[in-house]
């Protein structure tokens, strides 16, 4: 029953989002988006963390692309993805950590341009432990899925030190 609530919240997030910005595709396939283009849409008691499906379907198989912009000093908990997910930080300075114990003090800050990995499984946690705005790109194969290492935690917290 576990594995069921975050497959059905991410179905539920992606309901609410629209599957992916307004791009339009030319005649030879391509399909270009602006940023004023991609739709963002708010994470349920996200204190203003937002996600934007640019490409694909997170609950279908297939590549999807998506983003996710924190607000500054907003972090999510330990959770882990069930497939690989690719990240790549495109504003602010992105903080992250591995394992069980959420501890922003000792996370690895990643600049704009930076990748990291996120194997299928593994247990991360991320997001704004500074005084700006994150944005970060996370591609995949799906169809995806989100479990909080602890569900009796709420899974967004606003983290000032």
């Known amino acids: ?11 539920l997030v ?14 030879k396939g391509f399909v270009r988006i602006t940023p004023d ?4 849409k708010d994470f349920p008691n996200g204190h203003g963390a937002q996600l934007a499906v640019v490409m694909g379907d997170p609950t279908k198989p297939g590549i999807y692309v998506t ?17 690989d997910r690719h990240i790549t930080v495109l504003k602010g300075t992105w903080y992250t950590g591995t394992g ?3 501890d922003p003090d000792h996370a690895v800050p990643l600049k704009p341009g930076s990748y ?13 432990a500074g005084d700006e705005e994150v944005i970060v790109e996370a591609i995949g194969y799906g169809p995806t899925s989100t479990t909080p290492q602890d569900p009796s935690q709420p899974f967004w917290l ?3 030190h």
């Open 1 to 11: 029953m576990t594995g069921l609530l975050p497959r059905f919240i991410l179905v």
């Open 14 to 27: 992606c309901a609410l989002i629209g599957l992916s910005a307004l791009a339009a595709t030319d005649d």
């Open 37 to 40: 283009e991609v739709n963002w």
């Open 67 to 83: 983003r996710v912009k924190f607000p500054p000093h907003v972090m999510d908990r330990p959770h882990w993805h069930g497939e």
């Open 100 to 102: 069980d114990t959420f």
């Open 116 to 128: 990291m990995l996120h194997p299928a499984k593994a247990v991360h946690w991320d997001g704004s």
């Open 158 to 160: 606003e983290y000032k």
